[in-house]
């Protein structure tokens, strides 16, 4: 019998969470890789600016469904935590730092070798709803093509064009970040033992988060990505805080011996998961960046990557049921370590970055402890009721240090 639908579900954006939502899809859930297709308005390999730390997390996930991650990159072996001359070291692995355009290519092409129908460089330009006997979605191309599909998975990342077609209102004002990468300098010793450094010295120019240096391997040799993250939770004016926050990256750089104007940088947005964010409108889920991202770090692979396993094993069940709603999904994001991990973190960072978040960042700058615990939370474990309790109990001595 003819289908009536090209496919039961159509991922928008080849990214870490389109191509893990697909790769679920066909190895954990059994689904007929025919019947997926993604579509990514960029030709893959794509450059992403990204720093590109990936933690054991999203490592962890694409390993249990026998994906490797045969690209080069760097171990992270531990991180620093800087505050002007106060430096907190914790060596612990963590994960590693890739380079995107390698790292998404990978997954993409892993992918299509199952056997998904990948449209690279043809993006999503309009979406029809069918309302039908038969429900379901005609999606534009932008090479002018239709493809019919009984289901949407936006995984199109921070400026989703599905979430702006479908009118999906944004809860939350985006991150800002700026990223470049330069060879090692003198400033870079931590680099060559693997750790990546978060300065918060940055946070007493106004900026709401950090500068990195993380290490990167980039042309066969370990450098250096460099950057800095604005949650940008206060601040009413866009425009300014941009200028304002290229000023202080200016001034970060200038301490490690850096000319900013002789560097090439690049501006982008991030998207954070927030109690507001929604999960999914009838008959679509939205995924990875398209959903949100953790608001301290600024980061999201392998989040998206989790909640690509999330989305496959509903989207398996409403192509068994013909049901369009997504409310388990997002319950499941929710409550998962993973979205609470993203929950938190959307009301730590305005204890952590906010004017009172002095108390929090003497904690992670002077306790090993803190940070020993905060690398096992951005691995993605959960900490044991005694752990929090002593966490509780350092932060409240540290309010009064
Ligand atoms: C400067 C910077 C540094 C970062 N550093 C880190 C880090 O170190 N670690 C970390 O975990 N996270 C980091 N992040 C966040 C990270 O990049 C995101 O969390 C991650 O990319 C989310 O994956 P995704 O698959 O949801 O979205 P994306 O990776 O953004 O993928 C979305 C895809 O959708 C495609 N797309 C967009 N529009 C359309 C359309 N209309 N039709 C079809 N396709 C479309 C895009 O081409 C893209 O391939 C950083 C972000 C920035 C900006």
Redesign the pocket.
Known sequence: MPEAFDYDVAI???????SSTALHLVRHEGVRPHRIVV????KFP?D???????SQLGLDVLSAIGVDVAVPCVTMEGVRVLQGETVGETVDRMGIVIRRTEF?AHLLETARCDGVHVKDGE??SAIDRCEGRRKGFVLTTTLGAKVRARFVAA?????S?TRKLLGIREPDRKGH?Y?LDTERVAFDAAIGRGLVDFDLTVLEDGVEGYYWDFPTMLDGAVQVSR?IYHANLTRPDAATIQGSVKDVLGRALARRGIDIAKVKLRP?S?RPFVPRSTGWVKGVLLV???YG?DQTT?????Q?IEMGRFAASHLAVAFRTDNPRFDAYEREVRTSTTGRHLLQSAWMARRVYGRIGHPARRFLLRSAGARAAAIRWYRGESLSMSTQLRLGLGLAASVFA
């Not at 928008?12 to 389109?18: L, S």
């Not at 995984?155 to 400026?159: E, L, R, T």
């Open positions: 928008v954006g080849g990214g870490p969470a389109g579509l990514d308005k960029a794509r992403k600016p990204c720093a590109g730390a990936v998404d993006g999503l995984a199109d990342g921070a400026g064009t970040l990223v950057g982008f991030t990875g960046e398209a991202i600024g980061e999201g692979i392998a998206a």
